[in-house]
């Protein structure tokens, strides 16, 4: 179909130049020369300025502001890195028509998502955000954008499943916090991360699916067989035996328990895998399980590489008391049959206590029969706790390598252990409650020596007050005003959620914590409900997004180099 309307004649087209004109929502620029009158968007697809205002030269339009350049003929950009869209052309009787009509959104789709994958690859973060509000304008859902992001991302992953694919996963569900247009923005954030993790590296070798029942049997002993091949970091073997499990028929249940019992043989990567994993069963929801196999095999080479935190000196005092306790880890499971808690002494010993009275506290909770879930409720609180009490000047300091980032994770892995438990109360899953009672008691380190009043709380009906203060860079201006909220849930949510999505952070692996750690307080503040001290989570995440951040790590690394060059080595610590 076209729409053919008379715009301006013929004779009114200046020899030198372009002229301006509407029709409804398009602002062309049109251009006489020697080969015809061509129209085309008056926006530079750079930035937008007019290219009313460009040169003609030989049939190439280039823009006065930054020197792109477009041929007429197609619009095709010979400098510069986006094509202009050009529109058809007719002259009748002294008058130029243009055809104005859009092409039909199956033809339009396709080009638009062609466009975001190249700027993608060439970490354009210009054109994501313009490609993405197109694809939005033209009622694309924001799940199938992400879900071409994610078909860029996760072959590309170098070790796996990585940040850029958690971020895609959270600033999906962030977008619905925002109306309209502003939808598109914590998409256009995941996909530049996803961009900027990933551009021009190349894609990675994926071992091809083998048949577990072939290989192994049956599909129960190709299940068994997998933690192990995860413990022997047999990668490429666990990762052909995972693709082959998910082609064979394997229950997302079966899935589920072969990669969290794997997870949680080990305090794996700083918790990474653990949250990885929710992540990545969150994202194939949203996206459909078709692409199960691009979102959850990479799973697989990154659990295998991660490090071992339960093999390092770290943990130490804590794993004498779990080699010496010889728990029945079955037997807790099965034993939650609400028994008495004490809630305050359980956080005082993960928040003030040591390794082993840590340990203690959980191991006599369970043998009390106290439900899992009334358990990782209060680790929750004690790692919003420790989120509270962190010494903010750490991050500041380029001489320690320490930061906000290590100890966010408390929170983010208590949330993903949350995930676990629900879908998967097994015994293996419950070592995952021992590691995340550890993690809060042993980033105690990083509390400040000094601590200041608690400030008091300051009332307001209004979630923006909280905004703003996160925006103000006022960590405790953040936290009394979530503590004084007495507004609706929800809004409280959006202005994290806000702060999160509109954080100003540059660095990537920065920009996937901020949103991350405000999505695990948003679940772990919902999953509280009404007890006391439920809103601990949000104003944990409002004091870490008001709070200024670290993003270069120059002087560190280099200290870090002297030391090194010098031979003295890191990792011992002394007593444990």
Known sequence: MSD??????????????????????KRLALFRTPAGVFATDNRCPHEGYALVRGDVREDVLTCAWHNWKFRLADGECLFGGENVRMYPT?????????????????????????????????????RIARDTMRLQRIGTPLDEVVREGV??????????????????TDCLRLAA????????????????????DQVRRPLRPQPEPIDPVAAYGSLDDGLAAFPVLVDDERVDEA??????????????????????SAITDHFLSYGHPMIFCQKAFELVDAIGWAEADTVLAPLV??????????????????????????????????????????????????????????FGALRTALESGVAVRRLIDQTSRAAAERLRRFDIDLDLDDTNEWGWLDVTHTLTYTDALRWAWSVDPSPEVLRGLFHAAWFVQWTG???????????????????????????????????????????????????????????????????????????????????LGDEPGSRAPIAAAARFLASPKRERFVYQATLEAVSFVQGRSKGEVAGE
């Open 4 to 25: 053919w309307v008379s715009t301006v004649s013929y004779d009114s087209l200046p020899d030198v130049g372009g002229k301006l004109v509407s029709h409804l929502d």
């Open 90 to 126: 007719e002259v009748r009787d002294g008058m130029v028509f243009v055809d104005v009509q859009d092409a039909p959104n199956e033809i339009v789709r396709p080009q638009l998502f062609r466009s975001l994958l190249d700027a993608m690859g060439e970490i354009d973060v210009g």
């Open 151 to 168: 078909r860029y991302a996760a072959p590309r992953a170098e070790y796996g499943w990585d940040h850029s694919l958690a971020t895609l």
């Open 177 to 196: 916090m925002f109306e309209g247009p502003l939808r598109s923005l914590p998409i256009v954030q995941g996909l530049t991360v996803a961009s900027q």
């Open 239 to 260: 990762e052909a035996l995972f693709r082959g499990l998910l082609a064979a028929g394997a229950s997302r249940d079966q899935l589920q328990h072969a990669l969290l």
């Open 301 to 358: 080479p990154d659990m295998t590489w991660g490090t071992r935190y339960d093999r390092l000196p770290y943990m130490r005092r804590f794993l004498r008391e779990w080699d010496a306790s010889q728990l029945d880890l079955a037997g807790l499971v099965a034993r939650q049959n609400g028994g008495a808690f004490d809630e305050p002494g359980y956080r005082r010993a993960l928040l003030d206590g040591s390794p082993e009275e840590a």
């Open 445 to 527: 380190r990083l509390d400040t020596r000094d601590p200041d009043p608690e400030p008091a709380a300051h009332h307001t009906e209004d979630a923006d007050d909280v905004f703003r203060a996160i925006v103000a860079r006022d960590p405790d201006a953040a936290v009394a005003l979530v503590e004084g909220y007495r507004g609706p849930a929800d809004r409280l949510e959006v202005a994290l959620g806000r702060g999160a999505a509109e954080d100003h952070s540059v660095a990537p692996i920065m920009v996937a914590h901020t949103v991350k750690t405000a999505q695990a307080a948003i679940v772990e503040s919902r999953s």
